[in-house]
């Protein structure tokens, strides 16, 4: 698969909330780096985020655009909500080797009616 072609499944997938084929796009040692949060190492871990955050709130990502540039695609998304965001995902062979997501914490947590951390 190209990135474009990769990052459309893993939006397919996200939707579905199959945290199985999602953990199954990225390589073993792939790092998710949502950068609201500390980055995530390797497919286990990714997976085990997923189940989580799954678990949390009901999400859905809605596609605005994907580009592609050779071995990245970018994801702008939105979501019901109104809540916006990018990705950028670095794909060799069709895996997910590195992603990166940024979006807003705050608004994501307020929209759910999720605890705010105090730090």
Same mark, same amino acid.
């Given at each position: 698969?190209?990135?474009?072609?990769?990052?459309?499944?893993?939006?397919?997938?996200?939707?579905?909330?199959?945290?199985?084929?999602?953990?199954?796009?990225?390589?073993?040692?792939?790092?998710?780096?949502?950068?609201?949060?500390?980055?995530?190492?390797?497919?286990?871990?990714?997976?085990?985020?997923?189940?989580?955050?799954? #678990?949390?709130?009901?999400?859905?990502?809605?596609?605005?655009?994907?580009?592609?540039?050779?071995?990245? #695609?970018?994801?702008?998304?939105?979501?019901?909500?109104?809540?916006?965001?990018?990705?950028?995902?670095?794909?060799?062979?069709?895996?997910?080797?590195?992603? *990166?997501?940024?979006?807003?914490?705050?608004?994501?947590? *307020?929209?759910?009616?999720?605890?705010?951390?105090?730090?």
């Amino acid at each position: 698969m190209t990135p474009k072609e990769t990052v459309h499944k893993f939006v397919d997938l996200f939707n579905k909330k199959d945290t199985v084929g999602l953990a199954e796009l990225y390589h073993d040692d792939a790092i998710n780096h949502q950068v609201a949060n500390e980055p995530i190492n390797g497919k286990t871990s990714i997976k085990e985020m997923f189940e989580r955050e799954f #678990a949390m709130a009901d999400m859905e990502c809605i596609v605005e655009n994907i580009f592609e540039d050779g071995e990245w #695609a970018i994801l702008e998304w939105k979501d019901p909500l109104g809540l916006r965001g990018c990705g950028f995902f670095y794909v060799i062979n069709g895996k997910i080797k590195l992603q *990166r997501g940024y979006w807003d914490k705050l608004s994501f947590l *307020r929209q759910h009616h999720l605890p705010i951390p105090i730090e």
